[in-house]
Protein backbone atom coordinates (compact mmCIF):
# COMPACT_ATOMS: atom_id res chain seq x y z
CA UNK A 1 0.00 0.00 0.00
CA UNK A 2 2.78 2.29 1.12
CA UNK A 3 4.58 1.56 -2.19
CA UNK A 4 1.58 2.68 -3.96
CA UNK A 5 0.81 5.98 -2.25
CA UNK A 6 4.98 6.60 -2.98
CA UNK A 7 4.56 5.72 -6.49
CA UNK A 8 1.24 8.17 -6.66
CA UNK A 9 2.88 10.97 -4.86
CA UNK A 10 6.14 10.97 -6.90
CA UNK A 11 3.74 11.64 -10.02
CA UNK A 12 1.39 13.85 -8.14
CA UNK A 13 2.91 15.94 -5.33
CA UNK A 14 0.10 16.86 -3.42
CA UNK A 15 0.94 16.50 0.26
CA UNK A 16 -0.92 14.09 2.11
CA UNK A 17 -1.46 16.52 5.01
CA UNK A 18 -3.15 18.90 2.36
CA UNK A 19 -5.30 16.45 0.87
CA UNK A 20 -6.74 15.69 4.25
CA UNK A 21 -7.32 18.67 5.38
CA UNK A 22 -9.03 19.53 1.80
CA UNK A 23 -11.14 16.42 2.16
CA UNK A 24 -11.90 16.27 6.42
CA UNK A 25 -13.95 19.80 6.79
CA UNK A 26 -15.67 19.57 10.53
CA UNK A 27 -19.30 18.65 9.85
CA UNK A 28 -21.33 20.30 13.11
CA UNK A 29 -23.48 17.37 15.26
CA UNK A 30 -26.43 18.07 13.89
CA UNK A 31 -25.80 16.76 10.67
CA UNK A 32 -25.96 13.28 11.87
CA UNK A 33 -29.56 13.93 11.48
CA UNK A 34 -30.54 13.01 7.84
CA UNK A 35 -33.18 16.13 7.50
CA UNK A 36 -30.52 18.38 8.47
CA UNK A 37 -28.03 16.90 5.65
CA UNK A 38 -30.72 16.72 3.51
CA UNK A 39 -28.22 18.79 0.66
CA UNK A 40 -26.39 15.45 -0.02
CA UNK A 41 -29.99 13.17 -1.39
CA UNK A 42 -30.41 15.25 -4.21
CA UNK A 43 -26.84 15.28 -4.75
CA UNK A 44 -26.57 11.70 -5.22
CA UNK A 45 -29.98 11.59 -7.26
CA UNK A 46 -28.91 13.72 -9.33
CA UNK A 47 -25.85 11.56 -10.26
CA UNK A 48 -28.25 8.29 -10.55
CA UNK A 49 -30.50 10.63 -13.28
CA UNK A 50 -27.14 11.61 -14.61
CA UNK A 51 -26.58 7.70 -15.14
CA UNK A 52 -29.77 6.53 -15.87
CA UNK A 53 -30.28 9.38 -18.45
CA UNK A 54 -26.96 8.53 -20.30
CA UNK A 55 -28.28 5.15 -21.29
CA UNK A 56 -31.74 6.27 -22.04
CA UNK A 57 -30.10 8.68 -24.58
CA UNK A 58 -28.67 5.76 -25.98
CA UNK A 59 -32.22 4.46 -27.48
CA UNK A 60 -34.05 7.98 -27.63
CA UNK A 61 -34.82 9.36 -30.58
CA UNK A 62 -35.61 13.50 -30.43
CA UNK A 63 -37.53 13.98 -33.70
CA UNK A 64 -41.18 14.34 -33.63
CA UNK A 65 -42.27 11.49 -36.04
CA UNK A 66 -40.15 8.64 -33.65
CA UNK A 67 -39.92 10.09 -30.50
CA UNK A 68 -42.66 8.86 -29.00
CA UNK A 69 -42.11 5.22 -30.43
CA UNK A 70 -38.83 4.93 -29.33
CA UNK A 71 -40.03 5.68 -25.65
CA UNK A 72 -42.52 2.97 -26.31
CA UNK A 73 -39.65 0.55 -27.88
CA UNK A 74 -37.44 1.41 -24.19
CA UNK A 75 -40.60 0.36 -22.17
CA UNK A 76 -41.64 -2.88 -24.27
CA UNK A 77 -38.33 -3.98 -26.24
CA UNK A 78 -34.94 -2.68 -24.93
CA UNK A 79 -33.40 -5.40 -21.93
CA UNK A 80 -34.43 -3.60 -18.01
CA UNK A 81 -35.71 -0.36 -20.15
CA UNK A 82 -39.10 -0.10 -18.49
CA UNK A 83 -36.66 -0.59 -15.30
CA UNK A 84 -34.29 2.41 -16.53
CA UNK A 85 -37.35 4.64 -17.54
CA UNK A 86 -38.94 3.95 -14.20
CA UNK A 87 -35.66 4.43 -12.18
CA UNK A 88 -34.83 7.82 -13.91
CA UNK A 89 -38.69 8.85 -13.61
CA UNK A 90 -38.70 7.87 -9.86
CA UNK A 91 -35.47 9.73 -9.26
CA UNK A 92 -36.63 12.97 -10.99
CA UNK A 93 -39.57 13.05 -8.20
CA UNK A 94 -37.20 11.86 -5.80
CA UNK A 95 -34.88 14.66 -6.44
CA UNK A 96 -37.06 17.34 -6.82
CA UNK A 97 -38.93 16.85 -3.73
CA UNK A 98 -35.57 16.19 -1.68
CA UNK A 99 -34.61 19.75 -3.44
CA UNK A 100 -37.59 21.26 -2.20
CA UNK A 101 -36.92 19.35 1.63
CA UNK A 102 -33.71 20.94 1.57
CA UNK A 103 -34.71 24.47 0.71
CA UNK A 104 -36.87 24.27 3.67
CA UNK A 105 -34.76 23.10 6.30
CA UNK A 106 -32.15 25.61 5.12
CA UNK A 107 -35.36 28.38 5.04
CA UNK A 108 -36.60 27.39 8.31
CA UNK A 109 -32.82 27.22 10.05
CA UNK A 110 -32.03 30.61 8.93
CA UNK A 111 -28.80 29.31 7.41
CA UNK A 112 -29.45 31.42 4.34
CA UNK A 113 -28.74 34.87 6.52
CA UNK A 114 -25.47 36.33 6.59
CA UNK A 115 -22.77 35.24 5.17
CA UNK A 116 -24.80 32.39 3.05
CA UNK A 117 -27.41 34.98 1.02
CA UNK A 118 -25.09 34.70 -1.92
CA UNK A 119 -25.53 31.03 -2.01
CA UNK A 120 -29.12 31.37 -1.19
CA UNK A 121 -29.55 32.77 -4.19
CA UNK A 122 -27.51 29.98 -5.93
CA UNK A 123 -29.56 27.62 -4.40
CA UNK A 124 -32.46 29.37 -6.12
CA UNK A 125 -31.06 29.18 -9.31
CA UNK A 126 -30.86 25.18 -8.40
CA UNK A 127 -34.36 25.15 -7.78
CA UNK A 128 -35.23 26.73 -11.31
CA UNK A 129 -32.69 24.30 -13.36
CA UNK A 130 -34.27 21.36 -11.51
CA UNK A 131 -37.49 22.63 -12.57
CA UNK A 132 -37.11 23.45 -16.02
CA UNK A 133 -35.18 19.58 -16.23
CA UNK A 134 -38.39 18.06 -14.73
CA UNK A 135 -40.20 20.12 -17.35
CA UNK A 136 -38.66 19.15 -20.24
CA UNK A 137 -37.41 15.37 -19.27
CA UNK A 138 -41.25 14.81 -19.46
CA UNK A 139 -41.85 16.83 -22.58
CA UNK A 140 -39.66 14.28 -24.31
CA UNK A 141 -42.03 11.48 -24.37
CA UNK A 142 -44.31 13.23 -26.70
CA UNK A 143 -47.48 11.90 -25.14
CA UNK A 144 -50.77 13.95 -25.42
CA UNK A 145 -50.52 15.10 -21.91
CA UNK A 146 -46.65 15.92 -22.38
CA UNK A 147 -47.22 17.51 -25.91
CA UNK A 148 -50.18 19.96 -24.76
CA UNK A 149 -48.65 20.05 -21.47
CA UNK A 150 -45.53 21.82 -23.42
CA UNK A 151 -48.40 23.65 -25.72
CA UNK A 152 -49.82 25.52 -22.56
CA UNK A 153 -46.34 26.29 -20.60
CA UNK A 154 -45.19 27.94 -24.31
CA UNK A 155 -48.53 29.58 -24.37
CA UNK A 156 -47.85 31.23 -20.62
CA UNK A 157 -44.47 31.94 -21.30
CA UNK A 158 -45.65 34.12 -24.33
CA UNK A 159 -47.81 36.18 -22.13
CA UNK A 160 -44.63 37.50 -20.65
CA UNK A 161 -44.53 41.08 -20.94
CA UNK A 162 -41.90 42.59 -23.36
CA UNK A 163 -39.85 39.38 -23.84
CA UNK A 164 -42.40 36.81 -23.80
CA UNK A 165 -42.63 35.90 -27.40
CA UNK A 166 -38.87 36.09 -27.95
CA UNK A 167 -38.82 33.27 -25.49
CA UNK A 168 -41.80 31.36 -26.87
CA UNK A 169 -40.20 31.42 -30.02
CA UNK A 170 -36.76 30.25 -28.60
CA UNK A 171 -38.39 27.58 -26.97
CA UNK A 172 -40.70 26.09 -29.63
CA UNK A 173 -38.15 27.05 -32.17
CA UNK A 174 -41.26 28.91 -34.16
CA UNK A 175 -44.58 30.21 -32.96
CA UNK A 176 -46.42 27.61 -32.52
CA UNK A 177 -45.27 23.46 -31.15
CA UNK A 178 -43.21 22.45 -34.51
CA UNK A 179 -40.17 20.02 -36.18
CA UNK A 180 -38.30 22.21 -33.89
CA UNK A 181 -39.56 21.89 -30.81
CA UNK A 182 -38.43 18.25 -29.23
CA UNK A 183 -34.61 18.81 -30.75
CA UNK A 184 -34.80 21.83 -28.24
CA UNK A 185 -36.24 20.12 -25.19
CA UNK A 186 -33.81 17.29 -26.00
CA UNK A 187 -30.82 19.42 -26.10
CA UNK A 188 -32.15 21.75 -23.30
CA UNK A 189 -32.81 18.07 -21.30
CA UNK A 190 -29.61 16.32 -21.84
CA UNK A 191 -26.95 19.10 -22.45
CA UNK A 192 -27.83 22.90 -21.75
CA UNK A 193 -29.21 22.01 -17.99
CA UNK A 194 -27.36 19.43 -16.56
CA UNK A 195 -23.78 21.06 -17.37
CA UNK A 196 -25.56 24.38 -15.82
CA UNK A 197 -26.66 22.60 -13.04
CA UNK A 198 -23.14 20.79 -12.15
CA UNK A 199 -21.69 23.74 -12.74
CA UNK A 200 -23.98 25.50 -10.19
CA UNK A 201 -23.34 22.62 -7.53
CA UNK A 202 -19.55 23.23 -7.45
CA UNK A 203 -20.07 27.03 -6.95
CA UNK A 204 -22.85 25.93 -4.23
CA UNK A 205 -20.88 23.20 -2.59
CA UNK A 206 -17.14 25.51 -2.43
CA UNK A 207 -19.15 28.31 -1.18
CA UNK A 208 -20.15 26.17 1.48
CA UNK A 209 -16.85 24.67 1.78
CA UNK A 210 -15.58 27.99 2.17
CA UNK A 211 -18.13 28.76 4.89
CA UNK A 212 -18.92 25.50 6.75
CA UNK A 213 -22.31 24.83 7.65
CA UNK A 214 -24.29 26.95 9.54
CA UNK A 215 -23.98 26.21 13.54
CA UNK A 216 -27.05 25.84 15.00
CA UNK A 217 -28.29 26.66 18.86
CA UNK A 218 -30.25 23.85 20.16
CA UNK A 219 -32.01 24.26 23.21
CA UNK A 220 -30.19 23.00 26.72
CA UNK A 221 -26.85 22.92 24.54
CA UNK A 222 -23.80 24.79 26.29
CA UNK A 223 -22.15 26.87 23.51
CA UNK A 224 -18.94 25.94 24.11
CA UNK A 225 -19.37 21.97 24.31
CA UNK A 226 -20.84 22.25 21.08
CA UNK A 227 -19.02 19.23 18.80
CA UNK A 228 -18.13 18.75 15.51
CA UNK A 229 -17.16 15.31 14.00
CA UNK A 230 -15.25 14.46 10.44
CA UNK A 231 -16.32 14.76 7.40
CA UNK A 232 -13.92 12.15 6.49
CA UNK A 233 -15.44 8.97 6.84
CA UNK A 234 -17.97 9.86 9.28
CA UNK A 235 -20.53 11.82 7.02
CA UNK A 236 -19.56 10.15 4.05
CA UNK A 237 -21.13 7.23 6.03
CA UNK A 238 -23.83 8.69 6.61
CA UNK A 239 -24.84 9.65 2.58
CA UNK A 240 -23.34 6.34 1.70
CA UNK A 241 -26.20 4.64 3.83
CA UNK A 242 -28.65 7.17 2.48
CA UNK A 243 -27.82 6.39 -0.78
CA UNK A 244 -28.21 2.58 -0.21
CA UNK A 245 -31.85 3.45 1.18
CA UNK A 246 -32.42 5.83 -2.12
CA UNK A 247 -31.25 3.04 -4.30
CA UNK A 248 -33.58 0.54 -3.06
CA UNK A 249 -36.91 2.95 -2.53
CA UNK A 250 -35.94 3.69 -6.55
CA UNK A 251 -35.98 0.05 -7.10
CA UNK A 252 -39.19 -0.85 -5.10
CA UNK A 253 -40.70 2.35 -6.82
CA UNK A 254 -39.56 1.58 -10.35
CA UNK A 255 -40.97 -2.23 -10.01
CA UNK A 256 -43.96 -1.54 -8.09
CA UNK A 257 -44.79 1.44 -9.97
CA UNK A 258 -43.76 0.70 -13.15
CA UNK A 259 -43.72 3.54 -15.76
CA UNK A 260 -46.69 3.58 -18.79
CA UNK A 261 -46.69 5.18 -22.17
CA UNK A 262 -49.63 7.23 -22.60
CA UNK A 263 -51.44 8.21 -26.17
CA UNK A 264 -49.61 9.50 -28.51
CA UNK A 265 -49.65 13.51 -28.87
CA UNK A 266 -51.70 14.33 -31.97
CA UNK A 267 -51.88 18.19 -32.26
CA UNK A 268 -55.21 18.01 -33.30
CA UNK A 269 -56.86 17.02 -30.47
CA UNK A 270 -57.17 18.79 -27.71
CA UNK A 271 -57.41 16.77 -24.47
CA UNK A 272 -60.39 17.53 -22.27
CA UNK A 273 -57.83 17.70 -18.90
CA UNK A 274 -54.44 19.27 -19.48
CA UNK A 275 -52.38 18.83 -16.37
CA UNK A 276 -48.33 19.21 -15.91
CA UNK A 277 -46.17 17.36 -13.38
CA UNK A 278 -47.30 17.32 -10.15
CA UNK A 279 -44.30 19.95 -8.75
CA UNK A 280 -46.01 22.49 -11.32
CA UNK A 281 -49.37 21.99 -10.16
CA UNK A 282 -49.07 25.10 -7.75
CA UNK A 283 -47.94 27.04 -10.25
CA UNK A 284 -50.70 25.77 -12.61
CA UNK A 285 -53.37 26.66 -10.19
CA UNK A 286 -52.15 29.95 -9.54
CA UNK A 287 -52.18 30.92 -13.48
CA UNK A 288 -55.86 29.49 -13.68
CA UNK A 289 -56.81 31.55 -10.45
CA UNK A 290 -55.62 34.96 -11.73
CA UNK A 291 -55.59 35.01 -15.74
CA UNK A 292 -53.31 36.96 -18.10
CA UNK A 293 -50.63 39.61 -17.62
CA UNK A 294 -51.33 39.71 -13.69
CA UNK A 295 -51.14 35.88 -13.29
CA UNK A 296 -47.93 35.91 -14.92
CA UNK A 297 -46.31 39.29 -13.24
CA UNK A 298 -47.22 38.23 -9.85
CA UNK A 299 -45.69 34.94 -10.52
CA UNK A 300 -42.01 36.67 -11.74
CA UNK A 301 -42.94 38.38 -8.47
CA UNK A 302 -42.99 35.76 -6.20
CA UNK A 303 -39.67 33.98 -7.61
CA UNK A 304 -38.12 37.34 -7.37
CA UNK A 305 -38.73 37.63 -3.88
CA UNK A 306 -37.61 34.23 -3.03
CA UNK A 307 -34.63 35.34 -4.46
CA UNK A 308 -34.11 38.33 -2.87
CA UNK A 309 -35.78 36.96 0.82
CA UNK A 310 -32.39 37.04 2.41
CA UNK A 311 -32.21 41.05 2.10
CA UNK A 312 -35.78 41.52 3.40
CA UNK A 313 -35.66 38.93 6.33
CA UNK A 314 -32.65 40.94 7.00
CA UNK A 315 -34.23 44.51 6.48
CA UNK A 316 -37.38 42.90 9.06
CA UNK A 317 -34.64 42.01 11.59
CA UNK A 318 -33.51 45.05 11.74
CA UNK A 319 -36.19 47.26 11.16
CA UNK A 320 -39.21 46.11 13.18
CA UNK A 321 -39.43 44.03 16.18
CA UNK A 322 -40.67 40.45 14.61
CA UNK A 323 -37.62 39.35 13.95
CA UNK A 324 -38.98 35.90 13.86
CA UNK A 325 -41.73 36.70 11.30
CA UNK A 326 -39.83 34.42 8.49
CA UNK A 327 -41.12 31.41 10.23
CA UNK A 328 -44.68 32.72 9.99
CA UNK A 329 -43.95 33.65 6.67
CA UNK A 330 -41.91 30.27 5.68
CA UNK A 331 -45.42 28.29 7.59
CA UNK A 332 -47.76 29.96 5.31
CA UNK A 333 -46.07 29.89 2.00
CA UNK A 334 -45.49 26.11 2.75
CA UNK A 335 -49.48 25.65 4.10
CA UNK A 336 -50.16 27.80 0.60
CA UNK A 337 -48.46 25.80 -1.79
CA UNK A 338 -49.37 22.14 -0.57
CA UNK A 339 -53.06 23.54 -0.67
CA UNK A 340 -52.48 25.04 -4.57
CA UNK A 341 -51.12 21.90 -5.11
CA UNK A 342 -53.70 19.84 -3.54
CA UNK A 343 -56.50 21.65 -5.06
CA UNK A 344 -55.27 21.15 -8.95
CA UNK A 345 -54.50 17.52 -8.25
CA UNK A 346 -57.89 16.90 -7.21
CA UNK A 347 -60.07 18.77 -9.79
CA UNK A 348 -60.58 18.09 -13.06
CA UNK A 349 -60.33 22.08 -14.38
C1 LIG B 1 -29.57 19.77 -6.44
C2 LIG B 1 -29.83 20.64 -5.49
C3 LIG B 1 -28.99 20.93 -4.25
C4 LIG B 1 -27.92 20.24 -3.72
C5 LIG B 1 -27.28 18.97 -4.25
C6 LIG B 1 -27.48 20.96 -2.54
C7 LIG B 1 -26.44 20.56 -1.70
C8 LIG B 1 -26.18 21.11 -0.46
C9 LIG B 1 -25.35 20.51 0.56
C10 LIG B 1 -24.61 19.17 0.46
C11 LIG B 1 -25.35 21.36 1.64
C12 LIG B 1 -24.64 21.13 2.99
C13 LIG B 1 -25.61 20.97 4.15
C14 LIG B 1 -26.80 20.11 3.92
O1 LIG B 1 -26.63 18.97 3.49
O2 LIG B 1 -27.93 20.61 4.12
C15 LIG B 1 -26.16 22.51 1.27
C16 LIG B 1 -26.35 23.65 2.05
C17 LIG B 1 -27.04 24.78 1.65
N1 LIG B 1 -27.91 24.88 0.59
FE1 LIG B 1 -28.09 23.48 -0.87
N2 LIG B 1 -28.28 22.07 -2.37
C18 LIG B 1 -29.23 22.09 -3.39
C19 LIG B 1 -30.24 23.02 -3.55
C20 LIG B 1 -30.42 24.16 -2.77
C21 LIG B 1 -31.52 25.10 -2.89
C22 LIG B 1 -32.69 24.95 -3.86
C23 LIG B 1 -31.29 26.10 -1.97
C24 LIG B 1 -32.11 27.33 -1.66
C25 LIG B 1 -32.79 28.03 -2.48
C26 LIG B 1 -30.05 25.79 -1.26
C27 LIG B 1 -29.45 26.58 -0.30
C28 LIG B 1 -28.46 26.14 0.56
C29 LIG B 1 -27.87 26.93 1.63
C30 LIG B 1 -28.18 28.41 1.96
C31 LIG B 1 -26.99 26.08 2.32
C32 LIG B 1 -26.16 26.41 3.56
C33 LIG B 1 -26.90 25.80 4.74
C34 LIG B 1 -26.16 25.90 6.04
O3 LIG B 1 -25.15 26.59 6.11
O4 LIG B 1 -26.63 25.26 7.01
N3 LIG B 1 -29.57 24.59 -1.76
N4 LIG B 1 -26.66 22.32 -0.01
Given at each position: MTTIVAWIQERLPVPAGALRELTNEPVPNHLKKWWFALGGTPAYLFVVQIVTGILLAVYYESSTSSAYDSVRAITQNVSFGWFLRG?????????????????MRVYFTGAYRKPREINWMVGMTILICTLMLGFTGYSLVYEQLSYWGATVAANITGSVPVVGDFLRTMLLGADTYSRQTLPRFFILHAAVLPVALIL???????IIRLQGVTELQFEGEDKAERKHFNFFPDHLYTELMV?????IVLSVLATVYPVTVGPRANPLVTPEVIKPEWFFYVTFRWLKLFSGTFAVLSTGLIVFTMYCWPFIDDWIRRKTRYTEASVWIGI??????????????????
Open positions: LHKWGATLMIAAVILHQLLVIHIGGLTLMVAVLSIIGLTMWEALVTH
